[in-house]
């Protein structure tokens, strides 16, 4: 018999951490900070709403592009929020999470041989996504010493004739990093400059702590030539229920429709619905967790750096990216010591691509006695170095 | 009322045995500060007291509570307050509301038993002057309180791992 694996797919890497989770599955008493996802329940508004909506019989298809009053909603919520004026008849995609609405977002843009700029270290599946539509991703590397913002030295640098767009994701994942409106204001010349294409993930958006997201499309005359990804996953709890979205300027989302109407025809009904009533009466529920996650942050960050790993403040996402520098262990060794001998699961950083060689990314979307307790396990490991 | 404390506050409505250090870790102060800040509140006022959510249906007492709802004609010049300041004296009142709707005051009312509180509303609070009517539940079985759930909820699992 052939092989009938495509070359396509035999040439994505597997998951830099599946012998991990393997062996997390085998054990006891694990506390896990390698989840990307909240630890609170969706409020339970968003439930009964979809639930009732079940009962009533809303189990159809909706438009490809989704329930109209949901996009005239998000459209409202864009512009008020964000200052993103995004017309809710042709510029909005409701998909299937973010990452449906990344895979069309760079299929919609990428031709074979396309160069795509990826601001590292970054959600996993960026590169993949790239490789699959047959672009080339370029990872640019953000430093530690620049909080893990995107550098525009660092950016202009890897810009070549092929380069087409620039991915980033800020409050981002793994580094919790956060560009300001000052920040973005460098790269956007850079961008304007080589006429790339902006494809921002800003699922962390209302993840924010120390002051308000600055949307990409906001800034300087970014908006025409930027997709903007966002979620309800990660703001609203409602990881389980896969509903994202995309934004674009009118040619750009219907380039991206096509795709998605094909692959995905729409995103699921129930989510909808629910996602409808988490703008509409979540706010509090959604500032409650925020708070929450400021706190845990607070006390988190500054345990970590107590112990002995040196530890940025993230301003945004729920993640802690500790240095691993000082310890003598690679951020591999360090994650699998650490799970084996003192049951604590983080992620190294080298899965994140570049920049996060020396790092773990610690989730602190856990409840404030399990972060207590993993630190004091943390430090115990620490101190048997 | 500043930020830090409107933090403060939330962090004590949770939890208030989180000793001066912890609460400092969780919101960039120092243990001092929070004592001077906590001291603050308590001189002004807005924090009355610290108290503990009990589960007395588990901690098995026995005792009965209700909401009692009163009908009262208002005094001219003091409407309900002296009336309702009145009832609040008693220690079987843990909570006294003025409320829109059919009714006036609503007390929510704990005796060790079923009798002692109905002896409690008709010897002490039906016969005082200006209450037109009374009626009185008792509560069968607490299911929130104060923002707590009493009852046992199944956790939900979560993948070890994910991006």
């Known amino acids: 018999m052939r092989n009938f694996i495509s070359e396509r797919a035999q040439n994505i890497p597997p998951s830099g951490i599946r012998k991990f989770f393997d062996l997390a599955l085998t054990m006891e008493d694990v506390i896990s900070l390698g989840v990307g996802e909240p630890d609170f329940r969706t409020p339970w508004n968003i439930c009964e709403s979809s639930i009732y909506s079940i009962e009533q019989g809303v189990t159809s298809y909706t438009p490809n592009k989704g329930l109209p009053v949901l996009r005239e909603t998000l459209s409202n919520y864009l512009k008020q929020h964000y200052c993103l004026p995004y017309n809710c008849d042709d510029e909005i995609i409701i998909t299937s999470g973010v990452s449906e609405a990344l895979d069309i977002a760079i299929r919609a843009i990428v031709d074979p041989g396309d160069e795509v700029l990826i601001a590292e270290p970054s959600y996993v599946s960026y590169a993949p996504c790239v490789t699959l539509a047959g672009g080339v991703p370029v990872p640019v590397e953000c430093r530690e010493a620049d909080r893990f913002k995107l550098n525009p030295d660092a950016l202009q640098e890897k810009i070549t004739r092929k380069t087409k767009a620039l991915m980033i994701n800020f409050p981002n994942n793994p580094t919790g990093a956060v560009m300001n409106r000052k920040d973005l204001e460098a790269i956007a010349d850079i961008i304007i400059d080589n006429d790339l294409l902006l494809i921002s993930d800003e699922v962390y ?37 896969r509903v994202g979205y995309l934004c674009a300027p009118k040619e750009l989302c219907e380039a991206a429709l096509k795709i998605h109407q094909y692959v995905m025809l729409c995103a699921p009904v129930m989510g909808q619905v629910g996602a409808l009533e988490a703008i509409r009466s979540a706010e509090e529920d959604k500032n409650n967790m925020v708070q929450e996650y400021r706190l845990r942050r607070n006390m988190f960050v500054a345990g970590l750096n107590r112990i002995g790993l040196p530890t940025h403040v993230p301003e945004g996402a729920f993640y802690a990216f500790p240095s691993v520098k000082g310890t003598g262990l690679s951020d591999s060794e360090f994650a699998e010591r650490l799970l084996t001998e003192h049951r604590v699961a983080v992620v190294p950083g080298s899965v994140f691509g570049a920049g996060g060689q020396s790092n773990l990314r610690c989730a602190y979307a856990v409840s404030r006695k399990h972060l207590t307790e993993a630190l004091g396990r943390m430090e115990s490991f620490l101190n048997g170095l | 009322m500043q930020e830090k404390d409107l933090e403060l506050l939330r962090i004590l409505e949770d939890n208030s045995r989180l000793s001066a250090k912890e609460i400092a870790t969780l919101i960039n102060l ?18 009355r007291k610290y108290t503990t959510v009990i589960n007395w249906e588990l901690a098995g007492n026995g005792e009965v509570s209700s909401i009692i709802e009163l009908k009262v ?91």
Not at chain 2, 32 to 47: N, P, Q
Not at chain 2, 94 to 104: E, F, I, P, S
Not at chain 2, 114 to 121: A, D, I, K, P, T
């Open chain 1, 205 to 241: 958006a209302e993840l924010t702590y120390d002051g308000h997201h600055v949307a990409a499309g906001s800034v300087s005359d970014l908006w025409q030539r930027t997709i903007t990804l966002n979620g309800f996953s990660k703001a609203y709890a409602m990881t389980g229920w």
């Open chain 2, 73 to 163: 004609n208002p005094e001219r010049d003091y409407g309900y307050d002296r009336i309702a300041e009145r009832l609040s004296r008693f220690r079987q009142v843990k909570t006294l509301r003025l409320m829109t709707g059919t009714y006036d005051l609503q007390l929510l009312v704990t005796g060790k038993n079923m009798q002692e509180v109905s002896r409690f509303v008709s010897e002490h609070v039906a016969p005082m002057d200006r209450i037109r009517e009374t009626a009185t539940h008792i509560i069968m079985k607490s299911y929130k309180e104060n923002g707590n759930v009493l009852f046992e909820q199944q956790e939900a699992e979560r993948l070890p791992y994910s991006f």
């Open chain 2, 30 to 47: 120092t243990p001092a500060e929070v004592e001077a800040r906590v001291h603050a509140l308590e001189a002004s006022g807005v924090i």
